[in-house]
C-alpha cells in the first residue's frame, strides 16, 4: 500500500480517503471547453460549404435531367426530319390534312351527324352562330347596363 501511496503522490493525486482531502474534478475543465469552441468552429465552418456542395449537386441532377429530355426532343426531331424527307408520306399527309387531291382523282369529303356541315345546308349557308362583331357588341350593351 505505501508503493501505490508513493505513485499517487509523484502524479500528484490525492488520497481518496475520506480525510486525505480529495481534490474534486470541475465537470468542464478549461481543455474541454477550449476542444468543444475548436469543434463548434469547425462545424460551424463546414456547414456552408457542405450546404452548398449540396444545392450544386441537386442543380447537376436537374441539369441533367433537361439534357435528357433535351436529347430526347432532338432524337424526335431528327425522325421528324427523316419523314418529311421522304415524298410519300408528304403525299399521304397533305391528302389526309388539307384534303389534296393527285390530279385526274375524284376525292370526296365525307361529313358526320356531329359536324356543323349538314346544319348550314339545312338554313341556307348560314350560321347558327352570331358573327363575332355582334357578339363583341352584346358584350358592350351587357356591361354598359346596370345593376
Same mark, same amino acid.
Given at each position: 500500500?505505501?508503493?501505490?501511496?508513493?505513485?499517487?503522490?509523484?502524479?500528484?493525486?490525492?488520497?481518496?480517503?475520506?480525510?486525505?482531502?480529495?481534490?474534486?474534478?470541475?465537470?468542464?475543465?478549461?481543455?474541454?471547453?477550449?476542444?468543444?469552441?475548436?469543434?463548434?468552429?469547425?462545424?460551424?465552418?463546414?456547414?456552408?460549404? !457542405?450546404? *452548398?456542395?449540396?444545392?450544386?449537386? %441537386?442543380?447537376?441532377? /436537374?441539369?441533367?435531367?433537361? &439534357? #435528357?429530355? +433535351?436529347?430526347?426532343? !432532338?432524337? *424526335?426531331?431528327?425522325?421528324?426530319? %427523316?419523314?418529311?424527307? /421522304?415524298?410519300?408520306?408528304? &403525299? #399521304?399527309? +397533305?391528302?389526309?390534312?388539307?384534303?389534296?387531291?393527285?390530279?385526274?382523282?375524284?376525292?370526296?369529303?365525307?361529313?358526320?351527324?356531329?359536324?356543323?356541315?349538314?346544319?348550314?345546308?339545312?338554313?341556307?349557308?348560314?350560321?347558327?352562330?352570331?358573327?363575332?362583331?355582334?357578339?363583341?357588341?352584346?358584350?358592350?350593351?351587357?356591361?354598359?347596363?346596370?345593376?
Amino acid at each position: 500500500m505505501a508503493k501505490d501511496d508513493d505513485r499517487k503522490a509523484a502524479r500528484g493525486d490525492k488520497d481518496p480517503s475520506p480525510g486525505g482531502g480529495t481534490r474534486k474534478n470541475p465537470a468542464l475543465t478549461s481543455r474541454a471547453a477550449i476542444l468543444a469552441i475548436v469543434m463548434c468552429a469547425i462545424a460551424l465552418s463546414l456547414a456552408y460549404p !457542405v450546404r *452548398e456542395y449540396v444545392a450544386q449537386r %441537386q442543380e447537376i441532377a /436537374d441539369l441533367e435531367h433537361k &439534357e #435528357r429530355v +433535351a436529347q430526347k426532343q !432532338v432524337e *424526335e426531331l431528327a425522325q421528324r426530319k %427523316q419523314r418529311l424527307g /421522304d415524298k410519300s408520306y408528304i &403525299e #399521304r399527309e +397533305a391528302k389526309r390534312r388539307l384534303h389534296y387531291c393527285n390530279p385526274g382523282e375524284k376525292c370526296f369529303i365525307v361529313l358526320d351527324g356531329g359536324g356543323g356541315g349538314g346544319q348550314q345546308a339545312q338554313q341556307g349557308g348560314r350560321s347558327s352562330r352570331p358573327p363575332w362583331y355582334e357578339s363583341l357588341w352584346r358584350s358592350v350593351e351587357a356591361a354598359d347596363r346596370p345593376r
